[in-house]
């Protein structure tokens, strides 16, 4: 894969597909076993500080930063380690605070901070050199709805500013939202790379329809999967006694046949018919992917 400069790039895919190692890698802090990557024109394996001092990397977590310091002066240590010249440390400090959100917050301890606090600053933190590059693996896992939002407008302002970003995440509102364009990965694999609208694009011939039915059974869902012209049947718990179902079948399939064939025996509660979303897209490209695995001799 290629990554243009000041573009956003999205990595999607399963848990174990290869997603940090891939950030790890082009962060050099893995080693690859074969094949080339380069960041920046310099090789991961041979100019390895060359590639460090262009870059910075941002991890979801609590690790990396002193809960007994106060935010400034975790930063003010991380200047010194970044080599960021004194002169200029006190004016990019408080610059990136206030890119981050956190002016007026620097002076308490970071442990006091919450989840969505520790994480802007993390990227302050990552910000302090002004790489050229950034990488961000799930940096708003474990974050409440705010704190994401926010987050997302800190990522989408640097963006904006020409920072390179590679970005990974398994929140597809968050990918689509953010990216330029997006990579769905399977086992070390990537099995689609576009915009997320030509991603979404590629499921726009199908129907989505989407079914919520009390006394649905396993007996259903695999009616449902015999039904022709349905390719995909996504089954999950909805309250105690509701299922909900999303099947994705070929366009102008007659809804009716669908749910007197597969749905018999059911009460329907709700049907409705949806544009395709990303999720849609990743469900049917490594749904698909994991499929081929499986029957693969």
Do not use: C, W
């Not at 100019?47 to 460090?52: E, G, P, Y």
């Not at 002169?87 to 007026?104: M, W």
């Not at 070390?188 to 576009?194: V, W």
């Amino acid at each position: 894969m290629e990554v243009g400069r000041g573009e956003l790039f999205g990595l999607l895919g399963p848990n174990g597909a290869g997603k940090t190692t891939i950030i790890k890698i082009l962060s050099t802090l893995l080693l690859p076993t074969s094949g080339t990557a380069r960041v920046l024109g310099f090789d991961v394996t041979e100019h390895l500080a060359d590639v460090r001092r262009r870059i910075g990397y941002v991890t979801g977590g609590d690790k990396g930063l002193y809960d007994r310091l106060s935010a400034l002066d975790n930063l003010r240590y991380f200047a010194e380690l970044y080599a960021v010249e004194p002169r200029r440390q006190r004016a990019r400090i408080q610059e990136l605070l206030e890119l981050v959100g956190l002016a007026g917050r620097e002076r308490e301890r970071v442990g006091a901070y919450s989840r969505g606090m520790r994480q802007r600053l993390h990227i302050a933190r990552g910000l302090l050199h002004q790489p050229e590059m950034l990488f961000l693996d799930e940096p708003s896992l474990g974050l409440d709805p705010i704190s994401a939002r926010e987050l997302r407008r800190t990522i989408a302002d640097l963006s904006s500013q020409g920072t390179t970003i590679v970005l990974t995440t398994h929140y597809m509102a968050e990918a689509e939202e953010l990216s330029d364009r997006i990579a769905m990965i399977v086992r070390g694999r990537i099995r689609a790379l576009d915009r997320p609208e030509k991603l979404k694009a590629s499921v726009s011939a199908d129907s989505l329809i989407e079914i919520e039915a009390r006394g649905m059974m396993q007996t259903h869902l695999d009616a449902l999967n015999e039904v022709p012209d349905v390719r995909a049947v996504q089954p999950e718990m909805h309250g105690d006694t509701i299922f909900s179902v999303s099947v994705r079948a070929r366009s102008g399939i007659d809804i009716n046949n669908v749910i007197l064939n597969g749905l018999k025996g059911t009460q329907i509660v709700r049907l409705a018919m949806r544009e395709p979303t990303l999720e849609d897209a990743y469900v049917a490209i490594i749904g698909g992917a994991d499929q081929e695995t499986v029957d693969a001799p």
